[in-house]
């Protein structure tokens, strides 16, 4: 099993950047998925980017493509989403997730962090 622990979120202004990071504990598989999604009140739960823990490949999702950026911290064993030019829109809680393969849907995730959450102000 992969325990995960997310941190960094927070209120930023349009334009503003935050940076999370996931923090696995326990026995780590070179070949696993790590996915971030979010989640606004009443909506569902969406994709936002995902990695390999290699590091070898990313996917984004549209909304964000261009603006967020995931990938490895290979000192602290993490995986981050930095975040730029964020716009209200991104406002939800973000989640962190693990999976054995690269995918969008949170049904194919196998392992959730407790979520944390980004609040974009005008």
């Known amino acids: 099993q992969v325990q995960r622990v997310e941190s960094g979120g927070g209120l930023v202004q349009t334009g503003g950047s935050l940076r999370l990071s996931c923090a696995p504990s326990?026995?780590?598989?070179?070949?696993?998925?790590m996915g971030w999604f979010r989640q606004a009140p009443g909506k569902e739960r969406v994709f936002v980017a995902a990695t390999r823990w290699t590091g070898s490949s990313t996917t984004y999702a549209d909304s964000v493509k261009g603006r967020f950026t995931i990938s490895r911290d290979y000192t602290k064993n993490t995986v981050e989403l930095q975040m730029n030019s964020l716009k209200p829109e991104d406002t939800a809680e973000y989640y962190c997730a693990a999976g054995y393969y690269m995918a969008v849907l949170p049904a194919d995730y196998n392992f959730w962090g407790q979520g944390t959450q980004v609040t974009v102000s005008l």
């Open positions: 326990g026995r780590i598989f070179s070949n696993i998925v």
